[in-house]
């Protein structure tokens, strides 16, 4: 008869089905809940976790407060800036820092600008970083050299910097365009814009290139200075205001005051080699007042942009110009007291706005206002 098995052997059974079963559903319940997490991850973005390196999360701990609508929410309107993350993602969120530093180079295209109301060539040329005669010298086919042509719409070349801007001719040598324009070929070649072969520089015509540091003198046309007397002026030259006038009449100081009450501030081009007056600021129908006291000896419209001007003879080798008026309220060869009303400011002639064109000389010469208005 065989004997029962001993009672250990049959506890023993058990006990190992148990242990290789426990392992895996351990593991079983790990990858489940490692599944899980990955689900809320993507399911719920906004599961979020501090990171304890962040200065601001030591500098004052966050506790998050809970939703009365939903208790496993966070309310995320408290959350600090950059101090939470989704899960998922490495690294810190940084913004995007849209004020790159830039290197500075030189602009090397020529740029196409058209004018618009209130513009000025000295202001234009401030806006580019360039000199207002730069502007002047490569527009001659429209300005002409003279600031005061500008016009609303106008379309102007603009160099990308100081110098002239040439356009190449048939026959056209280097070192005599280099001359003529007190250049260096140096500069002429080394300039990136222009784009040239050092070792063989060949440009065809009508090709436009940059002569930096390149000037020339100024073909300037101006209203000629209209002293007292039979002379009076070229009728033909200057237009319908001239007048004869006689010897007599008011002496001026030679102290002269603005021509505008309130402030004294330009609305455009400043005194400069190109532009030998200055632009004040005015509103349309302000009154212009005479600087000082004389004879008027030009009082209508005139060419060359001026529109309608008033031209007073102070008596004393001194004369002033009003310019761009709107309305004429003096008439040529009238006497005028310093601060009386002469005209009223406007913008005609070529003038992309009300302001007040004036201009101080001395024994035919231009002075700057700013040197001798008080």
């Known amino acids: 008869m065989r004997s029962k098995p001993p009672l250990q052997e049959k506890t023993a059974k058990p006990a190992s089905l148990l242990d290789s079963i426990l392992p895996k559903i351990s593991w079983g319940v790990a990858g489940a809940m490692v599944v899980l997490m990955l689900f809320v991850a993507i399911e719920q973005p906004s599961a979020v976790f501090s990171f304890p390196g962040d200065q601001k999360n030591q500098a004052a701990p966050f506790t998050p407060t809970l939703s009365a609508s939903d208790p496993a929410a966070i309310n995320l309107d408290q959350l600090p800036e950059f101090a939470f993350q989704p899960l998922g993602f490495s690294g810190l969120k940084r913004e995007i820092n849209v004020h790159t530093s830039i290197p500075d180079r030189p602009r090397e295209d020529v740029q196409v600008y058209t004018v618009a109301a209130g513009d000025s060539l000295f202001a234009i040329a401030k806006d580019y970083n360039i000199k207002p005669e730069t502007i002047l010298w490569a527009n001659y086919d429209v300005l002409r050299d003279n600031p005061d042509t500008l016009s609303i719409g106008m379309r102007l070349q603009i160099p990308p910097t100081n110098g002239i801007l040439y356009r190449w001719k048939e026959g056209d040598r ?46 300037t046309w101006f209203v000629p200075t209209i002293p007292r007397g039979k002379a009076g002026v070229n009728k033909n030259i200057a237009g319908p205001g001239s007048c004869d006038t006689g010897q007599g009449g008011l002496i001026g100081s030679g102290n002269f005051r603005w021509p505008t009450n309130g ?35 030009y009082a209508g419209a005139i060419s060359g942009g001026y529109g309608n001007m008033v031209m007073i003879d102070h008596g004393n080798g001194w004369q002033t110009l009003y310019a761009h008026l709107s309305r004429i309220a003096a008439y040529c060869g009238g006497s005028v007291a310093q601060g009386n009303v002469i005209g009223y400011a406007g913008s005609t002639g070529n003038s992309t706005g009300p302001h007040l064109h004036f201009e101080v000389r001395y024994m035919g010469g231009f002075v700057n206002p700013w040197s001798v208005v008080h």
């Open 174 to 219: 280097l070192e005599e365009i280099a001359a003529k324009f007190k250049a260096s070929v140096a500069e002429i070649l080394g300039w990136p814009g222009n784009r040239l072969d050092m070792a063989n520089p060949v440009i065809p015509k009508d090709t436009l290139v940059m002569i930096p540091n390149g000037s020339r003198e100024f073909v």
């Open 263 to 297: 402030s004294h501030v330009l609305s455009g081009n400043d005194y400069w080699s190109g532009h030998l007056g200055i632009d004040i600021a005015a509103d349309l129908g302000t009154p212009i007042l005479a600087s000082d006291s004389g004879v008027i000896v």
